[in-house]
C-alpha cells in the first residue's frame, strides 16, 4: 500500500498525524505543503481537501483531511486492537472527547500564545492578547491536570489518542520562552511523553518554529 501525508512536519496538526502513524509502525511517505511550501491552493490539491489546510492523508484510492479524524482512522484501519483507541464504546467516547476539547478548548488560546510568541516578530506582538492566551491555555491544561491527578495519561491508565493532540501542544508550551504558570503533573505527563521514539522523533526533538 502506498501512503502519502501531505503536510509540513511543523504542523502541530501534521505532527499529529505522523506520530500516531509510528506509535502503530505504520510506515510512510511525507510531502511538504502547506506553510512556506505553498502548493495548498493548486486544484489538484483543493481536490484532495478543499479546506487548502494540512495535514491530507492519501492511502491507495482513499483521501482522508482533519487530524484528528486521520488518528482514529489509521487505529480502526489498521490497529483495530490497540489500546490507542479503544473499542468499548464508553471508552473510546472518553477519548475522543478529550481529542475534541484539545481542538475547542485549547486551540485558540494556544494559537495566540504560539503565534503570538513565535510567529511573529517583537515589535509587532500583542502582548494582551498573548497574555489572554497564556490564561486561557493554562485553564484548559487544567482540565487535563486534573485527568492525570487520577491516571497517568489523559484518558486511561495507558497512553491514547487523547493525549497526542494534547502532547503535541505541551512541547509548544514547555519550549516556548515565556512566564509559564505552573500545572501540577503537567511536566511528568510530558516527560513520560518525551519518553516514547515517536514522540521524540516528530514533536520533542523538533525546534519550536
Ligand atoms: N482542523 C484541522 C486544522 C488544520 C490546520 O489548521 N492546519 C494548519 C497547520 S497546523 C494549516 O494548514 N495552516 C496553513 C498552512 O500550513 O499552509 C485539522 O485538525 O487537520
Redesign the pocket.
Known sequence: MQRIVWG?AS????MKVLWTLDELGLPFERRDV??SFGK?DTPEYRAMNPTG???TLQEDGFTL????AICRYLCQAHAPDSKLWPQEARARANVDRWMDAQ?TVLGAPMTAVFWGLVRTPPEKRDMAAIAQGIQGAARAYGLIAAQLQRSPYIAAETFTLADVPWGVHAHRWFNIDFDRPEIPGLRAWYDRLCERPAYRTHIAEHPVV
Open positions: 509540513r504542523s502541530s496538526n501534521v502547506g506553510g495548498t489546510l494540512v495535514p483531511w482533519e487530524s484528528n481542538q
